[in-house]
């Protein structure tokens, strides 16, 4: 009978392209895996929040082999429109209702999918069409901590996904007692494409509301660039060993080294993705491949810059023309009628342009003698973002605006503000943005939308953004599922930064503010990330205020040896022949052969980021955008490091106005029209910065500047890392492999290499 049952096992499973797995014995960790992460075969629980109207499952394993428990858990939260409520005996009839709850229950949820759901933008969802939120923590690369999921979400109907991670510091002790390293990359996104799995899996078993095709993946900073790289990697193979290994559902190991990827559903195959439909990343840290030669091409665009030596200086020389010969290698073209620009000066946007960078001293003095189509989209972008900024200042609550003597002006004066006076005011400095003493940004551990209360969300205190490391780190995660008692404030704590904030380094934002109090405090579930910055109070010497380029090298061959040992090992291959450089580099796999395109992707940074160039941000949108994706980049005026969503715009809005645009028959969305200020503000003196010996305003109200302006009076203001030096961004955070007072941080650019091996004669005598 076995047998019988065997061959049976293995005809289903070559007629769904796991024959293999069969063959090899293999076919019982499918199934068993399969049993044990359906979700009615474990220790589920289920708490309910009257409050939000929300039920939050306990935290549950999202593997079956997890190399740290604690990290690879993942929790789920739900609109309780969509649930009738839990089957604590397993009749099928929901026994605890939201009506006679009282404690956490254990069962299953029972799911109403004729109930619906309308935001507060207006979409309407099911249990069978809610979008589902991925929240990517790894605050600098590093672990997430399981934690509940937030009931943030809860009254837009969407599903709320939080999720533990391994990060660049994880070990664990074997069972001889030795410390083994686990945290290379791409245990961070596996594990996120591993959650994602456990919940689409659940979905198709009928355990859990939501829909399996409109996933977005969110973060900030290290969040942020594993928003983007889940968006970017779906469902690529390159991956597939790393989630077989930990015990991920829906990706198993065929015989003749191919994979199968369905699940059984009520005796069906079904194919199970570990990709995104959309993704709303926040400074994205992404792609570090090109992170070097980006920063010091940025700063070299500035001709006043003053580096911090001259080996920085000259390296920065050298590695803007490795980037000048590599985006130019890319052969990069752009449609202007996908990217809204008139590159070409022709005054249509009906053409194809080769984005290229140009080197010509005389031509480009101002700019150290770079510049090209590619630079010209690039101010085109920063160009766009502060135009969207000021004819945005509707939105703007409880400012303060003063007339040119520096006066306030008075309620009726505010109340009669045109749209050019509040953009003149602003290109003027004549402002000051009302306060908040609430934090922002998607890098901590809020999970986005407005706060539960509905009330104004918290943007960093004036002068921070995230420390010399980059990433708020998450406040004390909790879960609003709890009873009726719980107030927003036990999930969004009002004043309280995150407790390894770092102070800024000087200089982050040029006007010295972050977004105002109608900024909305987006973020990601990273409330249980766990941070260690190679920051200089952890001993490394790379800050933005260093002048020594290593305290860990006796002499510049010592270095160039550490570096070659380093690239080797890498280059090597980890356990899989896998460099896990190419893995974390998103442009590999945007438009690659075995990637599942998302549709829609929306990369959000501070104009004033301090912590990684906004080429980066630029290049995956252009990838993206000639792959098909719907990808705008966003850089926010006066932002730093993981903005705040302001002036009227939200994560929510957004994915509501993708749904609307990309979904049959749901209901085109348009962004509320603002209720202009009527009364001024209360401060006693602007704060604003003066642009306007730089920006040009016309009597239209449109906005003009160079780009020589823009990278001398702000752009390089914002600089937080040690740039440009050899691998400035794993100094901060951003590495595979974390370094202490005695070691770096492990070298991965095969860029600055080469710049160290071909200019050793010039760089020995400028090192230290």
């Known amino acids: 009978m076995r047998k019988w049952l065997s061959l049976m096992l293995a005809l289903v499973m070559a007629l769904t392209g796991c024959a293999a797995v069969a063959e090899t014995g293999e076919a019982s960790d499918k199934e068993a895996i399969e049993y044990a992460l359906n979700l009615k075969n474990m220790d589920q629980e289920w708490s309910y929040s009257a409050s939000s109207d929300a039920w939050t499952l306990s935290i549950v394993t999202a593997v079956t082999n997890p190399v740290i428990a604690d990290k690879e858990g993942v929790s789920v939260c739900v609109p309780g429109a969509y649930v009738t409520g839990v089957d604590t005996d397993g009749d099928g009839v929901a026994d605890v209702t939201a009506e006679n709850y009282s404690e956490s229950v254990k069962g299953s949820l029972v799911i109403d999918y004729e109930a619906s759901v309308t935001s507060t933008n ?148 079904v194919e199970l993705s570990d990709g995104a439909w959309g993704c709303v990343a926040y ?168 706060p539960p209360d509905g009330g104004p969300g918290g943007t960093p205190p004036d002068g921070m953004s995230g420390g010399p490391g980059g990433d708020f780190s998450g406040f004390p995660g909790q879960s609003d599922a709890s009873d009726d008692a719980e107030t927003a404030e036990a999930e969004m704590p009002e004043g309280e930064a995150p407790s390894d904030m770092t102070e800024m380094a000087e200089g982050e934002a040029p006007s010295g503010e972050m977004p105002s109090d109608e900024a909305e405090t987006t973020g990601t579930e990273g409330s249980g990330d766990e941070m260690e910055v190679g920051t200089p109070d952890a001993g490394s010497t790379q800050s933005a205020t260093s002048t020594t380029n290593s305290s860990n090298y006796s002499s510049y061959a010592e270095m160039l040896e550490a570096y070659q040992a380093d690239i080797a090992e890498i280059e090597a291959g980890d356990a899989y022949g896998k460099n896990l450089v190419y893995l974390y ?109 730089w920006v040009t305003l016309s009597e239209d109200g449109t906005i003009s500047f160079s780009l020589a302006d823009l990278m001398t009076n702000y752009r390089t203001k914002g600089a937080s890392k040690a740039t440009p030096a050899f691998d400035v961004i794993d100094y901060g955070q951003e590495d595979y492999v974390f370094g202490s007072s005695t070691k770096d941080a492990r070298h991965w650019s095969v860029w600055v290499l080469q710049a160290l091996e071909e200019n050793a004669e010039t760089l020995e005598g400028l090192f230290n």
């Open 283 to 450: 400074s994205a840290i992404t792609s570090l491949y090109e992170a070097d030669m980006a920063m010091a091409f940025e700063y070299t665009l500035d001709t006043g810059y003053s580096f911090n030596t001259e080996f920085q200086r000259e390296l920065a020389g050298i590695l803007s023309q490795e980037y000048m010969e590599y985006i130019n290698g890319q052969n990069l073209t752009v449609d202007e009628a996908k990217i809204g620009f008139d590159l070409d000066g022709d005054g249509a946007l009906n053409s194809t342009v080769s984005l290229t960078i140009e080197y010509d001293t005389e031509k480009y003095a101002e700019t150290n003698g770079y510049g090209g189509t590619y630079l010209d989209l690039y101010l085109a972008e920063f160009m766009e973002n502060l135009q969207w900024y000021v004819d945005s200042l509707s939105y703007a609550e409880g400012w303060t605006w003063f007339d040119a003597d520096g006066a306030a002006l008075t309620d009726e004066a505010v109340a009669a503000m045109t749209s050019l006076d509040r953009a003149t005011a602003f290109i003027e400095g004549r402002y000051a943005k009302a306060s908040s003493g609430g934090m922002g940004g998607p890098g901590g551990g809020m999970s986005g939308g407005t």
């Open 585 to 693: 580099n998103p442009l590999n796999y945007i438009g690659a052969e075995g990637t599942a395109a998302p549709t829609w992707a929306r990369i959000v940074c501070g104009a004033a980021e301090g912590d990684i160039a906004m080429f980066n941000s630029l290049n995956m949108e252009i990838a993206w955008l000639n792959n098909g994706t719907d990808a705008v980049i966003e850089w926010q005026w006066d932002g730093g490091h993981v903005p705040s969503e302001i002036l009227g715009s939200s994560l929510a809005l957004y994915v509501d106005q993708m749904y609307g645009k990309h979904v049959e028959g749901a209901v085109a969305i348009e962004k509320p029209a603002a209720e202009a200020q009527t009364a001024n503000g209360t401060s006693e003196s602007a704060s604003g910065t003066d642009l306007s010996g």
């Open 122 to 269: 207006g979409q309407i969802y099911t249990a069978a069409t809610a979008p589902v939120i991925l929240n990517t923590g790894a605050a600098g690369y590093g672990s997430s901590t399981n934690t509940t999921a937030s009931a943030t979400y809860a009254a837009e109907g969407y599903i709320n996904v939080a999720c533990g991670n391994r990060g660049k510091q994880d070990s664990y002790t074997d069972e001889t007692g030795a410390t083994v390293y686990t945290g290379d990359a791409p245990s961070c996104l596996v594990d996120q494409k591993a959650a994602a799995r456990f919940v689409k899996f659940n979905i198709l078993l009928g355990n859990l509301p939501g829909s399996v095709d409109y996933w977005v993946s969110t973060g900030g900073s290290g969040g942020g660039a594993h928003a983007a790289m889940f968006a970017a990697t779906s469902n690529h193979p390159d991956f597939y060993d790393y989630q077989i290994a930990v015990g991920a559902v829906g990706v198993y190991a065929n015989g003749d080294g191919t994979y199968c990827t369905t699940v059984t559903i009520n005796g069906e195959e």
